[in-house]
T-cell receptor, first 112, second 115 residues
Framework: GQQLNQSPQSMFIQEGEDVSMNCTSS?????WLWYKQDPGEGPVLLIA?????ELTSNGRLTAQFGITRKDSFLNISASIPSDVGIYFC????????????FGPGTRLSVLP | GAVVSQHPSWVICKSGTSVKIECRSL??????MFWYRQFPKQSLMLMAT?????????EQGVEKDKFLINHASLTLSTLTVTSAHPEDSSFYIC???????????FGEGSWLTVV
């Protein structure tokens, strides 16, 4: 299906640095979801956002649902080696609907 | 949180045979499940959307006779790769729409190797 835009596509950072990545669309979504995928495994849900403007944290991770409902960002503070992986965003338009689209992912590498 | 389990985690089969992958929602009922395929270093590619009790909706370019999807109960969807060929070797992942209808939970994925 239709994809969201994620940027950057990939990033290399030093351990301890903060990371910021975002997800944008030309369409409005009612839910934004952020996932992390480790190599050879299925994506794991990190943060779910259900309201425009909502800011939610999960440990060192913080995500926000954009006011326009067309974007979302994910921040990781004080990165550690296990943060390595692919981060996917996903947008849902309607509850119980099938209008679910996902981004191509941001590949994060953390250098010791 | 909600748990989705896939089985098997990995499978090797001979070319020409069929293989079935199961996707179960362990602690919630999933009326809608999704099947994806993922090639190395690439994003998830949606193959089909599976609704309990009805026929799956396949994405353009996905052969419905090749990839049979059955969603016979609220907690189980299966993907059967029929007459598998080496080019079908891939990582297959399922996901399920949660009870509230606004969150997707993924399975652990299944590696298929066709020799």
């Amino acid at each position: 299906g239709q994809q969201l835009n994620q940027s950057p596509q990939s990033m290399f950072i030093q351990e301890g640095e903060d990371v910021s990545m975002n997800c944008t669309s030309s369409s409005i979504f009612n839910t934004w979801l952020w996932y992390k995928q480790d190599p050879g495994e299925g994506p794991v849900l990190l943060i779910a956002l259900y309201k425009a403007g909502e800011l939610t944290s999960n440990g060192r991770l913080t995500a926000q649902f954009g006011i326009t409902r067309k974007d979302s960002f994910l921040n990781i503070s004080a990165s550690i080696p296990s943060d390595v992986g692919i981060y996917f965003c996903a947008g849902l338009r309607d509850n119980y609907g099938q209008n679910f689209v996902f981004g191509p992912g941001t590949r994060l590498s953390v250098l010791p | 949180g909600a748990v989705v389990s896939q089985h098997p985690s990995w499978v090797i089969c001979k070319s020409g045979t069929s293989v079935k992958i199961e996707c179960r929602s362990l602690d919630f009922q999933a009326t809608t499940m999704f099947w994806y395929r993922q090639f190395p270093k690439q994003s998830l590619m949606l193959m089909a959307t599976s609704n309990e009790g009805s026929k799956a909706t396949y994405e353009q370019g996905v052969e419905k006779d090749k990839f049979l999807i059955n969603h016979a109960s609220l907690t189980l969807s299966t993907l059967t790769v029929t007459s598998a060929h080496p080019e079908d070797s891939s990582f297959y992942i399922c996901s399920a729409l949660g009870d509230a209808g606004n969150t997707i939970y993924f399975g652990e994925g299944s590696w298929l190797t066709v020799v």
